[in-house]
């Protein structure tokens, strides 16, 4: 029932009475209004109320509805802004408030006194499990510099070196030695691509904390796009020469003669047989610890006073 349909029946009603609904008062007729008349008139106002609730009941339902409807576009938008908002940065990137220098990284994170371990190359099926062995013996732990197509190719090595509580440092896609006279985007793309692979294959959110130029290639370009993705640039100080087996005699002694110019130590456990190079690292380390000298990762954040 709309509501002028109402009005008109009650005013035809209170015409018998002497009122109108809408006209306010007339001429009276007194006591001559009928039981009949007025009962009439209490059943019309009856339903009226009726379907004014009915009308405010739907009025209701329609605006919760349309506040809970996902069919709409503002309850999207804002679970869409805050899953933006709460969104991590680019893969790889170092988080608000942690800076990576891009100088290159020599000085070790536990001391002045302490020996940095670096292996560079792998992984290899081969030769990677049995410098993980001998790591494991003197409790030292390394950063491993590997190759992004070899990690591709060896996932479960690469796990293996994270779970071992080892760091990952990216080598590059090919290994390219003279990458330093190449364009800006040559070098990105074989590090960040590198990158991609080592973290892909290392798998759990293992991040790649390091970048080492081939052959030490460095550029202020290369070192730039390593920090801005979380990468600090990593040298060395001794050069064991272990990748072209000269015997382990002179791979340990490089160390021990080499090792005042600095504590990052270069190994390989990649590009050929390392036999010389794992018989060599067990020695170094029982020498080390012989002198008390701890190990530990190459500096990150911190500024590099070598």
């Not at 892909?200 to 081939?214: L, M, Q």
């Not at 340990?252 to 003669?257: C, G, I, L, P, T």
Request: proline share 7%; net charge neutral; hydrophobic share 35%.
């Amino acid at each position: 029932m709309d509501k002028q349909s109402t009005t008109n029946e009650m005013n035809a009603a209170d015409a018998a009475d002497g009122t109108s609904v809408t006209g306010g008062s007339s001429a009276t007729g007194g006591s001559g209004a009928t039981d009949a008349t007025r009962a009439k008139r209490q059943r019309i106002r009856a339903r009226t109320a009726v379907a004014a609730s009915a009308v405010a009941v739907a009025a209701t339902i329609w605006a919760v509805t349309t506040l809970v409807d996902p069919g709409h576009d503002a309850p999207h938008q804002n679970v869409s802004r805050q899953k933006d908002t709460g969104a991590a940065g680019p893969q790889g990137q170092q988080q608000p408030g942690e800076r990576i220098p891009e100088g290159i990284a020599h000085a070790s994170e536990s001391g002045a006194n302490a020996v940095n371990i670096t292996i560079d190359d792998g992984p290899d099926p081969r030769w990677t499990p049995k410098v993980l062995e001998v790591l494991a013996k003197y409790d030292v732990k390394a950063a491993f510099c590997m190759v992004g197509p070899q990690a591709k190719a060896h996932p479960d090595l690469v796990k293996k070196v994270v779970a071992a509580g080892h760091r990952l440092c990216d080598h590059t896609m090919d290994h390219d030695t003279a990458m330093d006279k190449k364009p800006v985007a040559y070098q990105e793309q074989q590090i960040l691509d590198a990158k991609g692979l080592i973290e892909e294959a290392a798998g759990g959110g293992a991040k790649v904390e390091y970048y080492r130029a081939p052959g030490g290639a460095f550029t202020p370009d290369s070192r730039r796009i390593a920090a801005a993705h979380g990468m600090r640039p990593l040298g060395w100080n001794v050069d064991t020469k272990d990748f072209g087996k000269p015997g382990v005699p002179a791979i340990v002694d490089a160390v021990k003669r080499e090792l005042g110019n600095g504590p990052t130590v270069l190994f390989h456990d990649g590009g050929g047989n390392r036999a010389q190079t794992v018989e060599a690292l067990d020695e170094v380390l029982a020498w080390l610890k012989e002198q008390g000298r701890p190990t530990g990762f190459p500096v990150r954040t911190a500024p590099d006073p070598s």
